[in-house]
């Protein structure tokens, strides 16, 4: 190719294709350096800069509307809570259960504490 046609050529690549320059270099075997100077003295450079970077905003969008249906993170967030009120219940319940006063007789509690320490098994009551 003559060199009105290789750059012809690239900007056609960039312009109407939309191809990088390091996807135009190997095509028309040039570095990638070349395809860019190229490209950038050309006067349409600037609005195919713009829209190149609008197409990748709704491709990041794209993506992260997918990946947020997906995202682990919050589930796990809300089973673990979930798991957190389950437990803080079953303490407040054992609490009130545990913080009963009940009396008991002196006869009571001896047996009680003769049966947790072993001891004064022969005397009588």
């Not at 690549?13 to 050309?42: C, F, G, N």
């Not at 407040?92 to 504490?113: C, G, V």
């Amino acid at each position: 190719m003559e060199a009105d046609e290789v750059k012809q050529e690239i900007i056609r690549l960039y312009y109407e294709e939309h191809k990088r320059p390091s996807e135009i270099a190997p095509i028309i075997e040039k570095t990638p350096q070349y395809v860019s100077k190229i490209v950038t003295k050309d006067k349409r450079y600037k609005n195919e800069k713009k829209y190149k970077k609008k197409q990748s905003l709704e491709k990041k969008k794209a993506y992260n509307r997918e990946y947020y249906k997906t995202y682990v993170r919050n589930s796990k967030e809300k089973e673990d809570k979930e798991e957190y009120y389950k437990l803080l219940a079953t303490i407040n319940r054992d609490n009130e259960i545990l913080s009963i006063k009940t009396e008991i007789s002196d006869i009571d509690f001896a047996k009680w504490n003769r049966s947790i320490f072993g001891y004064a098994k022969k005397q009588a009551i």
